[in-house]
C-alpha cells in the first residue's frame, strides 16, 4: 500500500507510491522519447476496453455492453493507482514524522473514443458531458468521508506527464487538503475576514477595470493571464459570478465552461505549436462533515471562489523553482493576453 | 527593468523578468533539443572571455589579466539577468497587487575551465575552491542592505534547465526571501519555541538512530533521501554540528563539505546514467540589520539549519505538481538511499 507522508520543514504531504514496484534502475535517466500513435495497442482506444481496470462510469450506446464497445467516454480507476479505495486511513507518527496510508482514489476519465482529438478541437456538446463527469464524479467520491478532497487534472503531452497520448484527464481524491488549495483557501478567508468580499471577485473586478490581462470573456466567465503569473502563457479561468464550488454549476453553466474551456485551449494550441500542458481544477473542499473536522470553513461559501489553471509546459522554461517555489516568468502576462486574445476563433467554432 | 509580482492568492513573488525582449512568437513549443558541445563557441571557456560580461571575481593565474584567459574559476553578471543591482526597491501597490522593482543580483559562477567536468569527478581542493567563492560571494552581496537573501543553485543539464553546458553555478540575491526558505524558517521557529530544540537537529537524530534513510555519513556531513521525498532519489546534505549559516563554514569545513557534496553528486551520477539534477543551497537570510526589518528572526542561531538539496530530473517522472503543491513519488526514500549508499566511490577517489 502507498502511503501518505508529511515534511515537517515544508508542511507538506507527498504520495509515495511505489506499488509499480520498479526497480532502482529503472528510474536511470534516459533522453525523452517521442510519443508515437500507436492506437492498435492503446489501452484507452473503443476495443481494447479489456485492456483497463473495469469501468466505474460510461456514456454508452443504447445496448452496448458494460467493459466493451460503444461508448463516448469511460471513467476507471488507474491501472497504477497512487491511492486506493480499500484500508483504513491508519494516521499515524514516526518518532517526528506524521503519516497515513495511501486511502484515496486515482481515476482515468478517458474524454473520448477519438484517440488524437485536442480538447480545444471537441465538439462543445461533447466537452460539455466531459465536464459534467468531472462535476459527478466528484460528488460520488464526496460520500465517502475519509476523504476531503478531489483534485480533477489533466497532463497533455509527454511533457506534461501524460504517459498516454490518448485524451483523458484524471482525479486524484485524498485524506488531505492539497496544499496550494489550503493556502488559497487560508488567503480568501483572510482577505474575506479583512474586508467582508471576496478576494477572487476582487481580482475579476480589477482586472475587468484594467483590461491588461484578459484572454478571453464571455457573459458567464473570464480567462486572465494571472498577475504574478509563474510561467509564460499561464491561464485562469474564472466565473464571473461568485462560487466557490465547481459542482454547483447547473447544465446550462456546464455547457458555458465547455465553450470557454474548448475556447481557451484552442488558443494555446494555435499561438504555441501544440504545447504540453497541465490544467487543474481549483474548487472548494468538501464541507459535508468528516470525521474529526466537522466543517472546513465556516465562512467557506463566500471567501473562496472555484477556478481552472492551466500551465503551457514550455521546453524553453525551466529551473531552480523546484527547489525554492520562488519562479522567474520571462513573458510579461500582459505580453500573453494580448497575444492570446489576439487568436481568431474560426468562424463556426462553436458549432457542431 | 523586471519586476517582482506578489501573487495575494498564494501569498508568492515571482520575478517577472522581460529584458531578453522575446516576442510572443519565441515561446512557441518546440521538441527538446540535444545539447552540443561546441567548446569554440561556449562563452565559458578559456579564450572567450569576451563573450561574457565583465567578471566580478575570478582565481587566476599569477599574472594573468582580468577578462583574459589564465583563470581556474570566473564569476560575472549574467547576460540577461533577472534582476539587475541598479535603482531603487519601489514597492509599490496596483489595487489589490503588491509589486516592487526587479533590484538584486544574478551571476554566474563557472566553475572550472573544463567545458563537460562533472562536479562528481572535480578534484576536492578545486570543489573546495567553488563551494568557498558560494560563501564569499553571499557575504559580498549581504553588504548590500537592500538585499535579504541570496540564492545558490545549480542547474546540470537541458531538462533541468541549463542553458549550457558548461559546468557553472548561480546566484540570485533578491529582496525578499524565497517562499521554501521563509516556510523552513517558520517550522523551525515554530519548533523550537514548543521544545526549544533545533528541527533539523531533531530530524538528523532520529535518522541516524534509524539508519534507513542515510545516503553517505561523514564526521562533519550526513546525507539523507528525505522522509518525504518530493522526487525520486531527492537527496540533502546537512552538516551534523548545529548551524543556521552557509558561511560560517570555515576552511577545513568548506573541505569537508566539497568532498561529501562531490560523493553525493558522483553517486547519484553513477547510479542513475549522470541525470539532469538541480541543487540549491537553504541557507539563512541576511541577519544584519536591514531597511523595514530589523532583525528576521531572533531566534534565528537556533532554529535553522543550512542544507544543501538536491534533486535528480528523471525524465519520465512529471506531473500535476506544478498546479498542485502535491507529490506522488514512485521511488521509496528507503530504496532510493539504499541504492546510492552502495554505489561505491573508486579507491583513490578522494587523492588529487
Given at each position: 500500500m502507498s502511503e501518505l507522508r508529511h515534511?515537517?520543514?515544508?508542511?507538506r504531504w507527498v504520495i509515495i507510491a511505489t506499488?509499480?514496484?520498479?526497480?532502482?534502475?529503472?528510474f536511470r535517466h534516459e533522453e525523452p522519447q517521442k510519443q508515437l500513435s500507436h492506437v492498435e495497442s492503446?489501452?484507452?482506444?473503443?476495443?481494447?476496453?479489456?485492456?483497463?481496470?473495469?469501468?466505474?462510469f460510461a456514456i454508452r450506446e443504447p445496448g452496448s455492453r458494460k467493459n466493451?464497445?460503444?461508448?463516448?467516454l469511460r471513467v476507471f480507476p488507474?491501472?497504477?493507482?497512487?491511492?486506493?479505495?480499500?484500508?483504513?486511513?491508519g494516521r499515524r507518527g514516526l518518532g517526528i514524522y506524521d503519516m497515513m496510508n495511501g486511502v484515496g482514489a486515482h481515476e482515468v476519465i478517458v474524454?473520448?473514443?477519438?484517440?488524437?482529438?485536442?480538447m480545444g478541437d471537441m465538439p462543445v456538446s461533447h466537452l460539455k458531458k466531459v465536464v459534467s463527469v468531472y462535476k459527478s464524479r466528484i460528488l460520488d467520491l464526496g460520500?465517502?468521508?475519509?476523504?476531503r478532497y478531489t483534485l480533477v487534472f489533466k497532463n497533455h503531452g509527454a511533457v506534461a506527464?501524460?504517459?498516454?497520448?490518448?485524451p483523458h484527464t484524471q482525479l486524484i481524491a485524498t485524506s488531505i487538503t492539497p496544499r496550494t488549495i489550503s493556502q488559497e483557501l487560508d488567503s480568501g478567508k483572510e482577505h474575506f475576514l479583512a474586508k467582508e468580499r471576496c478576494l477572487f471577485c476582487d481580482i475579476i473586478n480589477q482586472e475587468l477595470a484594467l483590461k491588461?490581462?484578459?484572454?478571453y470573456e464571455t457573459r458567464e466567465f473570464i480567462v486572465l493571464a494571472p498577475?504574478?503569473?509563474?510561467?509564460?502563457f499561464e491561464c485562469a479561468i474564472y466565473p464571473?459570478?461568485?462560487?466557490?464550488?465547481?459542482?454547483?454549476?447547473n447544465d446550462a453553466e456546464l455547457y458555458e465552461f465547455a465553450r470557454v474551456l474548448k475556447a481557451t485551449l484552442y488558443k494555446l494550441k494555435v499561438a504555441l505549436n501544440d504545447p504540453p500542458y497541465n490544467f487543474v481544477i481549483h474548487t472548494a473542499p468538501y464541507t459535508t462533515p468528516r470525521p474529526g473536522k466537522e466543517?472546513?470553513?465556516?465562512t467557506l461559501p463566500y471567501d473562496y471562489h472555484w477556478h481552472i489553471e492551466i500551465i503551457p509546459r514550455l521546453t524553453r522554461v525551466a529551473g531552480f523553482e523546484w527547489g525554492t517555489g520562488f519562479y522567474i516568468n520571462t513573458a510579461s502576462p500582459e505580453m500573453a493576453a494580448e497575444f492570446l486574445q489576439n487568436v481568431e476563433l474560426p468562424e463556426g467554432f462553436f458549432d457542431e
Open positions: 515534511d515537517p520543514i515544508q508542511k506499488e509499480r514496484s520498479r526497480r532502482p534502475t529503472d492503446c489501452p484507452f482506444c473503443e476495443g481494447n476496453e479489456d485492456k483497463t481496470p473495469p469501468e466505474i466493451g464497445p460503444g461508448w463516448e488507474n491501472k497504477f493507482p497512487a491511492l486506493r479505495v480499500e484500508g483504513d486511513i474524454e473520448t473514443k477519438n484517440h488524437s482529438l485536442h460520500r465517502d468521508t475519509r476523504l506527464g501524460a504517459s498516454l497520448m490518448h491588461e490581462r484578459i484572454i498577475f504574478a503569473s509563474r510561467f509564460p464571473r459570478r461568485h462560487s466557490h464550488d465547481y459542482t454547483l454549476m466543517h472546513y470553513w465556516k
